[in-house]
């Protein structure tokens, strides 16, 4: 391990912000070409190979703001391969590249406990997510957990005075809830705040599995206190078994919901916990954390993958997972061009997708189709330019709004003076159109070019309205059409 460079760090941020590019495909990266900085110079090339053109790789702009929003937080970046990296958080495969902490770093390398549970958590529960983590810092151990309401603050709370350690889903300053603000700052000055975001980052749902990873990626063992059978707590504890660690729940009734997921835990194989006691039972056997030994590609064939390898890569994948290791018994190539394949792949519209956990899947990309625009005015070069069709939605509010005026018509059209009583030749053509235009928006409709929402508001306004309501919205709009006499 060595300490990077300030180019050598900005290299490493940039690669690990570029789009498409996760742990996996970073990790892919690093040991192919050595550096980050050769990596981004490569990534367009690749992209290309893979069928994809303008990648867009992070701006020097956004690396600057980031790097001084964390230096205004007092934040530390800390890449892998940096003494100061947590080392249980290195021997996941692969780890993080980077992550921001705030705080007291040196508690990352002290041996950790996670502790996390429902949000909509019991008095109960809270209570004894408090008492264990007071416990288990007491014993030396320092807590983990994820700033969320609950399981999670109690937890805090109970391991404060000792050392606790916060990961978050966004930036290292994003505080979720807003009421654990309080909180946040007591942790912030006697523990440590981490995340693997951007400073200023809110988080969004897809960032809560990466915070679990690391939660998990940080302890030697997880507890889970209270958790429905389909709560993201139950992700931490697979996750946390998927990487070596202890498993522990805490038992609950069988008539409590919130004791569902853990009772299922057990029934898999996890530990059960009804103290500190149990924990440091747990641990006793428990060896250290080692990083992988990461070979690179010493030794591998220089050429870069041809397009018949990465033809039969494409071919194997799917929206199932399925490892390199398996990837690459079935292809037959050498590992290092089948892994570059796969990042090459990455940028397709069907593009093979890293997981964090080493597998890889087929996730469809889907692209909008560009809308076509003219100038705005006869002739002009520049200026603001318009559609030159009215949007869906447009044309949608036009038709109802219209239909709301029809509403107040009468019933059904007078007939023509002197005339027979029966419809008169415009009637006949309004109704003419009203089919010929129901006839192209069921059209539009069976092609998929409406949204579902729009769809069904359309329906339920179109059904509110009489059929002679209809043809009296058509006639009018025709009336207004003519030209004037004379």
């Known amino acids: 391990m060595s300490e990077l460079s300030e180019a050598e760090r ?40 893979g069928g994809r053109f303008g990648l867009k790789l992070a701006s ?74 007071a ?39 994003d505080v979720y809830p807003p009421e654990h603000g309080g909180l946040y700052q007591r942790i912030a000055e006697t523990g440590c705040v981490v995340s693997e975001s951007e400073p200023g980052r809110a988080a969004v749902a897809r960032d809560f599995p990466r915070r679990n990873r690391i939660i998990s990626g940080l302890s030697r063992a997880v507890v889970v206190v209270e958790a429905e059978l389909r709560s993201g707590s139950l992700i931490t504890a697979r996750l946390a078994a998927e990487q070596g660690r202890e498993v522990l729940a805490v038992p609950g009734s069988p008539l409590d919901p919130r004791a569902k997921g853990t009772n299922d835990l057990i029934r898999q194989g996890a530990a059960l916990c009804e103290g500190a006691e149990d924990v440091l039972r747990a641990l006793e056997g428990l060896r250290g954390f080692r990083e992988p030994e990461r070979s690179g590609y010493a030794g591998a064939p ?20 399925v490892s390199r290791d398996e990837i690459v018994r079935a292809t037959g190539a050498p590992g290092p061009q089948v892994f570059a394949a796969l990042v090459e792949l990455a940028g397709r519209p069907l593009r093979a997708v890293a997981g964090r956990d080493g597998r890889h899947r087929i996730r469809p990309q889907i692209y909008r189709k560009p809308a076509k625009y003219c100038c705005q005015g006869p002739g002009s070069t520049s200026g603001p330019k318009t559609s030159r069709k009215p949007s869906m939605k447009l044309r949608i509010a036009v038709t109802l709004a219209a239909l709301a005026m029809a509403g107040s018509a009468l019933a059904q059209p007078a007939a ?9 030749p415009e009637m006949k053509a309004a109704r003419q159109a009203m089919r010929q235009a129901c006839a192209a928006d069921v059209k539009t409709l069976c092609d998929g070019k409406m949204g579902r929402e729009a769809m069904m508001c359309l329906r339920d306004n179109v059904e509110k309205v009489s059929a002679p309501c209809k043809e009296t919205m058509m006639t009018k709009m025709m009336a207004a059409r003519r030209p004037p006499a004379g």
């Open 10 to 49: 900005r290299d490493w941020l940039r690669l690990s912000r570029t789009e498409n590019v996760g742990p996996v495909t970073f990790d892919q990266l690093l040991q192919r070409f050595g550096t980050a900085g050769k990596a981004l110079a490569a990534l367009p090339d690749l992209a290309r190979h």
């Open 416 to 424: 023509e003076p002197g005339g027979s009583g029966g419809p008169s």
């Open 135 to 173: 416990e288990l810092g007491q014993g030396g151990l320092v807590v983990v957990s994820g700033l969320a309401r609950g399981i999670d603050a109690a937890a805090h709370e109970g391991a404060q005075p000792t050392g606790t350690v916060a990961v978050l889903g966004g930036g290292v300053d």
């Open 302 to 321: 220089a050429a870069d993958p041809d397009d018949r390898l990465r033809a039969a890569v494409a071919a194997l994948l799917s929206p199932t997972p």
């Open 60 to 133: 020097e702009a956004a690396i600057d703001k980031e790097l001084a929003d964390g230096a205004a937080l007092g934040a530390q970046l800390i890449a892998t391969c940096e003494p100061e990296f947590p080392q249980a958080l290195a021997a996941l495969d692969p780890p993080p590249p980077l992550i921001w902490a705030r705080g007291r770093v040196e508690l990352l390398d002290r041996p950790c406990v996670a502790i996390v549970g429902a949000r909509v958590a019991s008095a109960a529960g809270q209570r004894f997510a408090r008492g264990l983590a």
